[in-house]
């Protein structure tokens, strides 16, 4: 298996933009997470998923981010518009169907970086 | 919700010493605490994980060990080699939502 992919691997973009993440989890994963990573607030859980559906979002900072997914092998994860303060390394991650007590194995990350 | 605080922040010792990085958590109802390594650049990785059953977990030079009544758990690398240098990352589960709560990562280096 490939593990988990995201794309892009970077992303340079305007204030004001939207930017979309991707991130194909590893077949058969139950679980999808969608993580940032910066130097201030450390890794900070955004989004999950169980079988496609979203279970919780609390962790999405504000309503500029939004998160799908469509299928069980493909998610997205949307700033619009994007801010300077957006800027860090986003991961994906999945697991099999222990959630958060299993292994969560995560994506290369895309760098963000918003001026 | 659970809290996760992590020290040091960084660490440095000599090929062949140990390392030790400590944890706590606040949520007393957290059963599950693994930890990831992350090398520079790198994406985070699973090393090791315990749960409340257990006191202490070995894998080869690294070992992870609880004590649920002070609510604290700690990382033992043993005879540290150079390519143990990362950043490693605890975390305790929050049982109100279930998801990981990670502490702020303790930089490790290894000098030859």
């Known amino acids: 298996d490939a593990g988990v992919i995201q794309s892009p691997r970077h992303e340079v973009t305007e204030m004001g933009q939207e930017v979309t993440l991707r991130c194909k989890p590893i077949?058969?994963?139950?679980?999808l997470f969608w993580y940032r990573q910066t130097m201030m607030r450390g890794l900070e859980l955004l989004i999950y998923?169980?079988?496609?559906?979203?279970?919780?979002d609390s962790g999405m900072p504000e309503d500029r981010f939004s998160a799908k997914m469509p299928n069980a092998s493909f998610s997205t994860l949307k700033i619009q518009p994007s801010e300077p303060r957006d800027s860090a390394v986003y991961f994906c991650?999945?697991?099999?169907?222990?959630?958060?007590?299993?292994?969560?194995?995560f994506g290369p990350g895309t760098r963000l970086t918003v001026l | 919700g659970e809290n996760v605080e992590q020290h040091p922040s960084t660490l440095s010792v000599q090929e062949g010493d140990s390392a030790v990085i400590k944890c706590t958590y606040s949520?007393?109802?957290?059963?599950?605490f693994p930890w990831y390594k992350q090398e520079l650049g790198k994406r985070p990785q699973l090393i090791i994980d315990?749960?409340?059953?257990?006191g202490e977990k070995k894998d080869q030079r690294i070992a992870v060990t609880l004590n649920k009544t002070a609510k604290h758990f700690s990382l033992h690398i043993t005879e540290t080699q150079p390519e143990d240098s990362a950043v490693y990352f605890c975390?305790?589960?929050?049982?109100?939502?279930?998801?990981?709560?990670f502490g702020q990562g303790t930089e490790l280096s290894v000098k030859p």
């Open positions: 991650a999945s697991s099999w169907a222990g959630g958060f007590t299993d292994t969560q194995y």
């Open positions: 077949s058969g994963h139950d679980y």
């Open positions: 998923f169980n079988n496609n559906v979203p279970i919780d």
């Open positions: 949520d007393s109802a957290s059963n599950y």
């Open positions: 315990i749960r409340s059953n257990v």
């Open positions: 975390a305790g589960q929050d049982n109100q939502g279930g998801k990981l709560i």
